[in-house]
């Protein structure tokens, strides 16, 4: 890698030369998203690190994909502690909603705790 910057000209001023690698184009989940606001409002140096370096894209990318296999994984046994079996889904279909909301809800508690807002 060279090191050396190269100017150009502009007007009066001299601008670097700057350019990124080519980053995937894969968009962003709903936990990459959260996890890059929370870095931009709350942790504004390691944002910028992160950025300039170009590990920014990458690790909201491994964010959103290990907080939705977290999710996959916790949802069933957070239903199963709860009761909310498919007895009780053809029983009390309602209930079971009801039950099956307070276990995502949770669950996002728990993901946004230990992974986007630490």
Excluded: F
Aim: proline share 6%; charged share 25%; net charge neutral.
């Amino acid at each position: 890698m060279n090191n050396t910057l190269t100017y150009r000209q502009n007007g009066d001023y001299l601008i670097p030369n700057l350019e990124l690698s080519e980053q995937p184009v894969k968009p962003l989940g709903k936990y990459g998203r959260m996890r890059k606001t929370y870095l931009k409002e709350h942790r504004p140096i390691l944002y910028s690190q992160m950025l300039l370096s170009e590990k920014l894209y990458p690790h909201l990318l491994e964010i959103d994909e290990t907080a939705n296999s977290r999710l996959e994984q916790m949802i069933p046994e957070l239903a199963k502690a709860a009761g909310a079996t498919e007895a009780l889904k053809a029983s009390d279909p309602m209930r079971w909603v009801g039950l099956m909301n307070n276990c995502k809800a949770q669950a996002e508690e728990v993901i946004l705790a230990e992974l986007i807002n630490n």
